[in-house]
């Protein structure tokens, strides 16, 4: 079965440090990648998605995650993290089926100005 | 922006009573979606549902589990039973289609069940 690993559960960072995000998936064949984040108190909303091409994915405020086939990971980055970003973050594969994600454990992110 | 919305956004019952989770998915999404997220661990897909049928279901999703589509905007998931271990945050989603896009999540109902 496909699963999904983040390898850190709590980040905690100062406000323009770097930030990368580690997720490993267990799947080789075609995948679909996804991250998602949960501000405090909101839902969960897509950061960006990889289906296919060039795998330096670029998202939303300033993230971006790249695609290791070779080493079957999808890890998030963002150069310099404001207050604003601390969040949970969770990385999801599509299922072969394409019917339903498979998330990862999550990782919160804490960010001090 | 179109959002889907979650009531209640936390429901307290006691063991071994019937709860009813409603969504409301965004109106123009076919697809329709509930997974789980007990404290501490990952989010768990549940069910997916399309058409009035379901099309895929997790282990998690037995007979204790149904959803439904009562109308043209509610999408629901009740529990039959309640048990301690059903305890988590229940999420609905929808999406426009199937496969690689987007699925649109809720904020989520927090089920307690004592």
């Known amino acids: 079965a496909q699963s999904v690993s983040q390898h850190n559960h709590h980040v905690i960072l100062s406000e323009a440090a770097s930030l990368e995000l580690g997720c490993n998936y267990s799947y080789g064949g075609t995948v679909n990648l996804f991250w998602y984040v949960q501000y405090p108190g909101q839902h969960l909303q897509l950061l960006l998605k990889?289906?296919?091409?060039?795998?330096l994915v670029k998202g939303i405020k300033g993230f971006e995650a790249e695609f290791i086939k070779s080493k079957f990971s999808f890890n998030l980055r963002k150069p310099s993290v404001q207050w604003s970003d601390t969040a949970e973050y969770f990385c999801a594969v599509m299922n072969q089926a394409g019917t339903a994600l498979i998330f990862g454990k999550g990782t919160t992110l804490s960010v001090s100005s | 922006e179109p959002e889907v919305t979650q009531t209640p956004s936390h429901q307290v019952t006691q063991m071994g009573q019937e709860v009813i989770l409603r969504c409301v998915p965004i109106?123009?999404?076919?697809?329709f979606y509930w997974y789980r997220q007990i404290l501490g661990q990952k989010v768990e897909f549940l069910v997916s549902f399309y058409n009035n049928e379901i099309s895929e279901k997790s282990e998690i999703f037995d007979d204790q589990f149904s959803v439904e589509r009562p109308d043209g905007s509610n999408f629901t998931l009740k529990i039959r039973s309640t048990k301690l271990e059903d305890s988590a945050m229940y999420f609905c989603a929808s999406s426009e289609r199937e496969g690689y896009y987007e699925q649109y999540f809720g904020p989520g109902t927090r089920l307690t069940v004592t």
């Open positions: 109106s123009n999404h076919l697809y």
């Open positions: 990889y289906f296919s091409g060039d795998p």
